[in-house]
């Protein structure tokens, strides 16, 4: 049973926009547990992009090495990894190594199938154009046959509207609008009453995974989720994003959906 707290229910003044830290404060409350992948090694293989190898020396530390875009020599970096389902991993690693920046991985040991996301705090705040850029690669797991689709951008969740259950106190809606871009209002925390229209990407996994991830506007923050909208109604999350004092940060998420409905654009279709 999920339980409900009467916490944060007073509305945030209008002209207090909250620092990430401040909303983020609990948003895990009720992710999945932690795996531990110590002794597991994983080669993923990005199309059109970097290799990766990756040996986890135990419940929290990853030596990872790669080619491309993540050139690097065998560096030594924290990691969070779930299991989302019996067979799909959700792996980050918020780096160490690198400073601003946290690369998030999900790979299927059944499909061989892989995804990427790289999220990076730019140095300088740009007006109109969120400052935590991410980029996206579909992969295959070296020496997997893969099978099935290859994950890549979607269109399913266009017209769906859910709400997400994060902590006792933490609740949030989301409302799919388009390819590009995602609405969001708080209904219970310490940003209730605040939402906005931000940038938004949706990648299909498998048959109901889907990834979520989006780069807010007003403050420097972005986020990676696996939304699992089949029989699990849970999804999990980390952010990357710059604090009330402006120093980079990591967080943990994760919570349970609840869908509220969807709509069907009869004619014309949203970007």
């Given at each position: 049973m999920t339980d409900i707290s009467d916490r944060a229910l007073d509305e945030a003044p209008a002209d207090e926009w909250r620092s990430y830290d401040e909303f983020a404060a609990g948003i895990d409350t009720y992710r999945l547990p932690a795996a531990d992948l110590s002794g597991i090694e994983v080669g993923i293989a990005l199309t059109e992009g970097p290799s990766i190898r990756l040996r986890f020396e135990d419940a929290r530390t990853v030596t990872w090495s790669?080619?491309?875009?993540?050139?690097?020599?065998?560096?030594?970096?924290?990691?969070?990894?779930?299991?989302?389902?019996?067979?799909?991993?959700?792996?980050?690693?918020?780096?160490?190594?690198?400073?601003?920046?946290?690369?998030?991985?999900?790979?299927?040991?059944?499909?061989?199938?892989?995804?990427?996301?790289?999220?990076?705090?730019?140095?300088?705040?740009?007006?109109?154009?969120?400052?935590?850029?991410?980029?996206?690669?579909?992969?295959?797991?070296?020496?997997?046959?893969?099978?099935?689709?290859?994950?890549?951008?979607?269109?399913?969740?266009?017209?769906?509207?859910?709400?997400?259950?994060?902590?006792?106190?933490?609740?949030?809606?989301?409302?799919?609008?388009?390819?590009?871009?995602?609405?969001?209002?708080?209904?219970?925390?310490?940003?209730?009453?605040?939402?906005?229209?931000?940038?938004?990407?949706?990648?299909?996994?498998?048959?109901?995974?889907?990834?979520?991830?989006?780069?807010?506007?007003k403050i420097a923050v972005a986020s990676v989720w696996l939304h699992d909208l089949g029989y699990a109604l849970q999804t999990t999350g980390v952010f990357l994003g710059l604090n009330g004092a402006g120093e980079a940060e990591h967080s943990k998420a994760g919570g349970r959906i609840y869908p509220l409905g969807s709509v069907d654009y009869p004619d014309v279709q949203p970007v």
């Amino acid at each position: 049973m999920t339980d409900i707290s009467d916490r944060a229910l007073d509305e945030a003044p209008a002209d207090e926009w909250r620092s990430y830290d401040e909303f983020a404060a609990g948003i895990d409350t009720y992710r999945l547990p932690a795996a531990d992948l110590s002794g597991i090694e994983v080669g993923i293989a990005l199309t059109e992009g970097p290799s990766i190898r990756l040996r986890f020396e135990d419940a929290r530390t990853v030596t990872w090495s790669a080619d491309g875009a993540f050139a690097t020599g065998r560096e030594s970096d924290p990691y969070d990894a779930v299991q989302v389902r019996p067979d799909v991993l959700f792996v980050n690693l918020p780096l160490t190594s690198r400073h601003r920046e946290s690369i998030t991985l999900v790979w299927s040991t059944t499909t061989g199938r892989a995804l990427a996301a790289h999220s990076v705090i730019q140095a300088e705040a740009t007006e109109e154009v969120p400052q935590v850029t991410q980029e996206f690669w579909s992969g295959v797991l070296e020496g997997v046959e893969p099978s099935g689709e290859a994950p890549g951008p979607s269109r399913d969740l266009i017209g769906k509207r859910n709400v997400y259950r994060y902590s006792p106190y933490h609740l949030y809606e989301h409302t799919y609008m388009s390819s590009q871009r995602y609405m969001w209002q708080c209904l219970q925390g310490v940003q209730r009453g605040h939402g906005d229209v931000d940038m938004s990407t949706v990648w299909k996994f498998a048959d109901g995974l889907y990834l979520f991830c989006f780069r807010e506007f007003k403050i420097a923050v972005a986020s990676v989720w696996l939304h699992d909208l089949g029989y699990a109604l849970q999804t999990t999350g980390v952010f990357l994003g710059l604090n009330g004092a402006g120093e980079a940060e990591h967080s943990k998420a994760g919570g349970r959906i609840y869908p509220l409905g969807s709509v069907d654009y009869p004619d014309v279709q949203p970007v």
